[in-house]
């Protein structure tokens, strides 16, 4: 196996340290092993310019297809506007895909 599969390659940035612990999440369920930098830095945020606080997410470079697609149904379903729940109606962020009231999902409603 060549030197350049076994490098580390950067699949994923943020400034969020939740959305980056969201991802670490989804790539470890398929079992992906990921290396992380700047997360340590977040703590910083707002003593340290913003281009300094961002966390990289890493794979291993013969896993970047699998990481990527991944991060694309990710980003397909992550949700870009605030919902409300069509069993309670209770408004919800759009960072939440179930209710954070009754635990519905989003597309139960729909």
């Known amino acids: 196996m060549s030197n350049a599969m076994l490098e580390w390659t950067c699949v994923y940035r943020t400034d969020n340290p939740l959305e980056a ?3 670490l999440g989804l790539l ?3 079992r992906l092993k990921t290396h992380v930098e700047g997360e340590a830095l977040a703590a910083a945020l707002g003593e340290m310019p913003f281009s300094h606080n961002t966390i990289k997410i890493f794979v291993c470079a013969i ?3 699998e990481a990527e697609e991944i991060l694309v149904n990710y980003q397909q379903t ?3 506007e605030d919902w409300q729940c069509h069993s309670c109606s209770e408004h919800n962020g759009s960072g939440f895909q179930y209710c954070w009231h009754c635990g519905k999902s989003y597309d139960e409603g729909q």
């Open 28 to 30: 470890a369920q398929a």
């Open 21 to 23: 612990h969201i991802v």
């Open 63 to 65: 896993k970047v297809p």
């Open 78 to 80: 992550n949700l870009s």
